[in-house]
């Protein structure tokens, strides 16, 4: 079985992140991870930090914790991916993105700036939407705007009721599901894993393991954690 964290941040971008790329792909090493997804924070209050208000060079920026990753990830011998968690400005609900490129945030300026609504209407047959940390402060499902959810979220400074989001997705099987340590700190990675028989290099690779149900999950402190699935279980 091949091991990825789906939900990773960086302090280079996140700056709620207190690990480097550096620290962070050395880290996932040591825990015997195949890769990472990197999952820095895109929303408004993360474009007011910066000094620039154009695309291409906000695009450069967002990126920079993901590439610096990527680095040490090639060099160390780590898969790192790119993902992305946006927040429109309806809400402070947060979606995890599969199936990204960075030319996809090239070409398109101010991704964040609509509504869930809008953005699935958009992109639900391009890219893999995954409502993150679905009951952390809050009791609504986008439904019809979502592919998933994490019934999992491994962060142990918020009241993420992980037990909330898995009723809720054993009651909507249809829903694709995700175990993600969302990493910020010392002691929050390797919490949790998304298992696959083939190794994974890249978004759209990701995107699509998801979309056959081809993994399972597997989380460190959740003892009822429910596996996704994955077909080829037992067979790898």
């Known amino acids: 079985m091949f091991r990825y964290d789906t939900h990773v941040h960086t302090k280079e971008t996140s700056r709620c992140g207190h690990l480097t790329a550096e620290q962070i792909v050395k ?22 930090t ?11 920026a967002y990126l920079a914790g993901y590439r610096t990753a990527k680095e040490w990830g090639d060099r160390l011998g780590l898969s ?13 609900r ?24 809008a953005f699935y209407g958009t992109f639900c047959d391009e890219v893999l939407i995954i409502q993150a940390h679905p009951f952390r402060n809050y009791e609504f499902i986008h439904e019809g705007c979502i592919h998933g959810l994490e019934i999992v979220n491994g962060n142990p400074r918020h009241a993420n009721r992980n037990d909330r989001a898995l009723q809720y997705a054993l ?42 149900r081809d993994y399972s999950l597997w989380s460190k402190n959740e003892k009822d954690i429910i596996l996704a699935g994955c077909k080829n279980i037992g067979k790898c």
């Not at 880290?27 to 007011?48: F, S, V």
């Not at 790192?80 to 402070?92: A, D, Y």
């Open 27 to 48: 880290k996932y090493i040591e825990l015997g991870y195949d890769g990472i997804c990197i999952t820095d924070h895109l929303h408004q209050e993360y474009i007011d």
């Open 50 to 60: 910066l000094d620039t208000k154009q695309w291409y060079s906000i695009a450069d």
């Open 80 to 92: 790192v991916i790119l993902g992305v968690e946006i927040r429109f400005p309806e809400s402070e």
């Open 94 to 117: 947060d979606y995890l993105l599969y199936g990204v490129d960075e030319m996809f945030l090239y070409r398109h300026p101010f991704l964040y700036d609509t509504t869930p609504q």
């Open 171 to 212: 009651d909507n099987p249809d829903l694709f599901r995700l175990c993600g340590s969302d990493t910020h700190r010392i002691g929050d990675e390797g919490q949790n894993a998304l298992l696959s028989c083939a190794p994974i290099h890249d978004s759209f690779v990701l995107r699509d393991t998801i979309l056959r």
